[in-house]
């Protein structure tokens, strides 16, 4: 018996050109947040076809597609449903997969179906999966209602930009069918109207010969200007900050010279002064095989952009303390390595622990606790630190790369004060609970190969010094422990949490 749902799911998908189509880089921004978000070391937006699934974009894999009867995608399209594999190799459904005993050696699993109106006019068309955004990891693992209720936002900001592509392509199709008749400006509204409902997309028009410029309705209310108003060339492109005008030039300059289609994002002032960022898209119309304009569709993305925006500032930000989050730090780490290379100095890695952290959590209650990460973050963030990087990797473990060469001079003496302003002291309940820091401290040099062997340094010096004494430093490769000088820092009194 033929299955008529995955007939018309396949359909679908050769209808949306999604498959082998060129990298875009909204999906892959995507991919990118969900890797960073999760701590995944892959992330995929994956497109499931008759025999295969197709990655539309990649984070931490190289392939670009495999199989679908090994695929962990294709039981998350199946079910139509979230999959979570904690550890694939303890799964029956798994455990002799091919992806799980060889590379990329996938031990976790999370994916989010990610659908389509199977008629995208039509709102009570049944909506189709198409694939998943999934994030897989080496390691066995979990994920909490968070970071699915996350994966499935990310899930449905794919969605949407699969359906503003859709949308796109059908305006640029029906202009691109009907272009000897665009020139009838009433008859070009007809075509595109439905279209520019749908996904507030404007089309345009600008003839070569004598640079006259015709906008729809919708790229005029995306301009807040007058339905009608005559606008040339040159007052279209004011509306562009300097950068973005010089880009959105040379774009189209290119396309005439090379009749390659252009698709541009750039950020305008609307006519009463709003901010907009806006998305164009246009190609060439010929006739005879001769360009006679330029013709292409006009989007404002700027609450999407807003939202990806937002996303980056998530996964860069640790919510508790303000400061840099885990994945922030990685990125920050590989960039200073390549840059201190270049420059010939050295930084040195910090990695800090807290001593006592869980007394106070387990006695004074999470809130007190919570306060101890924010001080401790703000004095990581003392002026005499300025130009440093902070960053918190979890729990009570935070990072601190300093960079400063006149610091670096005496990082002895920097672990010393560090040491003695990491010190806190709570009074509740007339008892004190004193919170210290343990440091290990890694120089990044020449030596250095890579994040994780700066990473693995610095994490050898911390246990070294946890073995030692408590509230101490230990630099990689040096022996000699490093203590604080004498705190007269006074306790600060607190109310006990009921």
Not at 35 to 61: E, M, N, P
Not at 252 to 277: K, M, S, W
Request: hydrophobic share 45%; aromatic share 4%.
């Amino acid at each position: 018996m033929v299955d008529t749902s995955e007939e018309a799911r396949l359909a679908l998908l050769e209808r949306l050109e999604l498959l082998d189509s060129a990298p875009e880089q909204e999906f892959d921004a995507v991919v990118q947040l969900a890797q960073q978000l999760t701590g995944c070391k892959i992330a995929l937006v994956s497109l499931v076809d008759a025999h295969r699934q197709w990655f539309k974009a990649k984070a931490g894999l190289d392939v670009n597609e495999t199989p679908r009867d090994i695929a962990f995608c294709a039981h998350a399209v199946a079910a139509d449903d979230v999959l979570v594999v904690p550890d694939a190799r303890q799964d029956d459904r798994f455990a002799d997969n091919p992806l799980v005993t060889g590379a990329p050696d996938i031990r976790f699993y999370a994916g989010v179906p990610i659908h389509a109106a199977e008629d995208a006019s039509d709102d009570t068309s049944p909506r189709l999966p198409l694939g998943t955004l999934c994030v897989i990891d080496d390691q066995p693992r979990t994920i909490d209602p968070a970071g699915l209720k996350m994966l499935g936002h990310l899930a449905t900001l794919v969605e949407t930009l699969i359906s503003a592509r859709r949308t796109a392509a059908l305006a640029v199709q029906m202009a691109e069918e009907r272009g000897h008749n665009l020139r009838d400006l009433s008859r070009k509204h007809r075509q595109l109207r439905q279209a520019e409902r749908i996904a507030n997309i404007g089309s345009w028009r600008l003839t070569l010969g004598d640079n006259q410029l015709e906008w729809s309705d919708q790229t005029y209310a995306i301009h807040e200007m007058e339905c009608g108003a005559e606008i040339s060339l040159k007052a279209a492109l004011d509306f562009y900050a300097e950068k973005s005008r010089e880009i959105l030039v040379s774009t189209i300059e290119q396309t005439l010279v090379t009749g390659e289609p252009f698709d541009v994002e750039a950020d305008f002032t609307t006519a009463r002064g709003n901010y907009r960022r806006v998305r164009s898209m246009g190609e060439l119309e010929l006739e005879n095989g001769k360009p006679v304009a330029l013709i292409g569709v006009f989007q404002d993305i700027t609450e999407r952009h807003k939202m990806e925006e937002a996303l980056r500032h998530a996964a860069h930000t640790d919510d508790l303390t303000r400061i840099a989050s885990r994945g922030r730090c990685n990125q920050v780490i590989d960039d200073s390595i390549k840059t201190t290379a270049a420059a010939g100095q050295r930084c040195a890695l910090l990695l800090i622990d807290l001593d006592h952290f869980k007394a106070v959590n387990d006695r004074l209650g999470h809130q007190a606790g919570d306060d101890v990460l924010r001080v401790i973050a703000s004095r990581l963030q003392a002026p005499y630190l300025a130009g440093s990087f902070a960053a918190r990797l979890g729990g009570d473990e935070f990072v601190l790369l300093i960079t400063d060469q006149a610091l670096l001079r005496d990082l002895r003496g920097l672990l010393r004060r560090l040491l003695l302003d990491l010190r806190y002291s709570i009074r509740a309940d007339k008892q004190t609970f004193r919170v210290s820091a343990t440091i290990g401290a890694a120089w990044l040099d020449a030596q250095t190969a890579s994040r994780s062997d700066l990473l693995r340094n610095a994490d050898a010096a911390l246990y070294a010094a946890k073995r030692r004494e408590r509230g101490t430093a230990v630099i990689a490769g040096q022996a000699v422990p490093i203590a604080p000088g004498q705190s007269d820092v006074a306790p600060v009194a607190i109310a006990r949490q009921g």
